[in-house]
């Protein structure tokens, strides 16, 4: 009994939470104007652009999975570090979270790797990609400080107000965002240490994360991880030049909202919805953009980029169905190419 709450509300909380914030957000938005967006009143082109990069960000993130199993002694075929990864950002979209057990079961299976090392060098990537994320907000925040004082002075916009613009519900969703992100936090790290109480698995998890400090080509590395974010970026810019009332705000008002929007997807709901939703909406806002347009922006914006990364955990189930067939089945593989990824 205990154990079905705990999964009921590890599914439905995050859920309801997401729900509930998209519900306050979107209760006045014109639904009209939705519509008309999608059918025809923005630039479907550009969208088809970002989508490249939303792919690339995660084959770069496979790329650099296999340059930190290498002081390990463990390779991995590409095809089955891009197939785990896929599968781990489609599967949490309906558990936020479970996706980075999942990709580490995944290539554990597929390529006879201890699932406790996949765990340790997953936890060294994230505290990299964690610093990555600090030092752009950082960088960010300096350099918009002169922008932002202009921005007030030429609008007549004192910080003040627009906090006092924020109902009280903007207050509260603020909140409870930020208790459910350290919630989350709490939660990793006493699954950490139960999960390596052995000395045995404390060694090999230990392994793992030190492998990012025995790297071979460190460079290769930071290339990959620099390709990863600057992909994260591109498909989330690229898409401001789908509609006209974000066309014109340039690469530094995107990459404010891009670095917000990072924060705001730590927050325990399915892809960051919600929280992202609201923190995006916010920055367009102060960029000048209307409030419903701002809105509308997020929501076409998140849902399509939702739906490239379920096409890619569809694309992988499949991929890695035809694997296990293989295996069972040699003569069903198809004729080499020269070589082996």
């Given at each position: ?22 519900h306050w ?9 939705v ?30 999975w ?9 390779k ?24 980075e057990?999942?990709?580490?079961g995944?290539?554990s ?14 936890v060294?990537e ?6 990555m ?21 030429k ?20 909140a ?22 052995t000395?045995?698995?404390l ?5 793992g ?14 290339l ?12 989330f ?11 014109g705000?340039?690469p ?5 909202a ?14 960051g ?40 955990g569809?694309?992988a ?25």
């Amino acid at each position: 009994m205990k154990q079905a709450l705990k999964y009921i509300l590890r599914i439905g909380f995050p859920l309801v939470l997401a729900a509930v914030i998209l519900h306050w957000m979107y209760r006045g938005v014109d639904w009209g104007a939705v519509w008309a967006a999608l059918e025809g009143g923005m630039n479907w082109w550009w969208m088809l652009l970002s989508m490249p990069f939303g792919v690339s960000a995660q084959m770069f993130r496979a790329l650099r999975w296999r340059v930190v199993l290498k002081p390990m002694g463990e390779k991995a075929r590409l095809s089955t570090c891009c197939n785990s990864i896929f599968l781990s950002y489609a599967s949490s979209l309906a558990i936020p979270r479970v996706g980075e057990v999942l990709r580490c079961g995944v290539l554990s299976k597929y390529e006879n790797i201890s699932f406790t090392r996949l765990v340790g060098s997953v936890v060294s990537e994230r505290v990299v990609d964690m610093s990555m994320v600090f030092l752009f907000s950082v960088v960010t925040m300096l350099t918009q400080i002169p922008v932002f004082l202009d921005f007030f002075d030429k609008t007549g916009v004192n910080l003040g107000g627009f906090l006092g613009s924020l109902t009280s519900t903007g207050y509260w969703v603020t909140a409870i965002c930020a208790l459910s992100a350290m919630g989350l936090v709490w939660l990793l790290v006493k699954k950490l240490k139960l999960f390596s109480r052995t000395k045995e698995k404390l060694s090999k998890l230990m392994e793992g994360m030190m492998s990012v400090a025995r790297l071979k080509n460190p460079w290769l590395f930071l290339l990959y991880s620099v390709g990863i974010w600057v992909s994260y970026y591109l498909h989330f810019y690229i898409a401001f030049y789908c509609f006209d009332y974000t066309a014109g705000l340039g690469p530094v008002a995107a990459l404010v909202a891009f670095v917000v929007g990072c924060f705001a997807v730590l927050v325990p709901t399915p892809n960051g919805a919600g929280p992202w939703h609201f923190v995006v909406k916010t920055v367009l806002v102060l960029y000048g953009v209307q409030d419903n347009d701002a809105a509308v922006f997020a929501l076409i914006v998140h849902t399509l980029q939702t739906m490239l990364t379920v096409v890619l955990g569809l694309y992988a189930l499949a991929a890695l169905a035809m694997t296990r067939m293989v295996k069972a089945d040699p003569s069903l593989a198809l004729p080499s190419m020269g070589g082996s990824v």
